[in-house]
């Protein structure tokens, strides 16, 4: 673990920067750098993405945070009040992160009469790359962290060998990222690489489940899921459905 980037020493005062909050940041900027670019590809203004990354930045945190704070670890923030906007240390559920930020889309699409899967396929692109370089953070922070394991390419959190159960899922979504950015241009419709993304990431997070250790997240079904798997189900169910139903529409 390395919760820290960068240290130094000025004058009596340390001065630290922290790893999540490094990553997030540059999480974030890459995002909406890329976002600029693939937006003049597919006709959609750039002062839309001006508008919403600072919509989907808020909306985002705020979700991550909050699913975080409220069903994954309540009763430590219930004792720790003053910890819930600490958001640099680490904790941050990307799925209530996805829905916050996901909503706040489809509102902004709807008020200003834009296409809702244009911008899908967009944001989706941009956010497989957002995490891919997230989760580095999540790992130098040691939130997010593996079970135990002897493979030659465990880490060592604390005194146990865990499983980089983080930079599985960076490589993942780094991988699913590059397929989308590759057919983002060639699609065959709106909406056919969002779903694609929501699907791949849906499938991406139900395997990595398997190999995190951090159980306090919670269980459904007597411990046969975790929330995460659930929700990646629920999303993956409704990704297909949707990708089969448009692909299938009728073109006028």
């Known amino acids: 673990m390395k919760p820290y980037l960068f240290e130094w ?112 396929d967009l944001i989706s692109t941009s956010t497989l790359l957002s995490l891919a370089i997230g989760r580095i953070g999540c790992f130098l922070a040691g939130c997010c962290w593996g079970k135990t394991c002897s493979l030659p390419w465990a880490v060592t959190f604390g005194t146990e060998n865990v499983h980089p159960a983080q930079l599985y899922e960076s490589a993942g979504a780094f991988l699913l990222f590059i397929f989308c950015q590759r057919h983002l241009i060639q699609r065959h419709f709106f909406g056919s690489i969002g779903l694609k993304a929501l699907l791949g990431y849906s499938v991406l997070r139900f395997i990595v489940e398997f190999f995190r250790g951090d159980a306090y997240r919670g269980f459904i079904l007597n411990g046969l899921l975790s929330y995460s798997q659930a929700i990646s189900v629920i999303i993956a169910t409704a990704a297909a459905t949707l990708l089969w139903t448009l692909k299938h529409k009728p073109r006028s």
């Open 9 to 120: 020493l000025i004058k009596g005062h340390r001065i630290r920067v922290p790893s999540f909050g490094f990553f997030l940041a540059a999480a974030f900027s890459a995002s909406f750098f890329l976002s600029l670019r693939n937006a003049k590809k597919l006709g959609i203004e750039t002062k839309h993405i001006e508008r919403l990354f600072l919509l989907i930045l808020i909306s985002s945190i705020l979700g991550g945070r909050l699913f975080h704070v409220f069903f994954e670890e309540p009763s430590f923030y219930l004792n720790h009040p003053s910890k819930i906007l600490a958001v640099w240390e680490g904790g941050f559920t990307f799925y209530g992160a996805m829905l916050s930020s996901t909503t706040s889309v489809f509102g902004y699409c709807r008020l200003n009469q834009l296409s809702f899967l244009n911008l899908l």
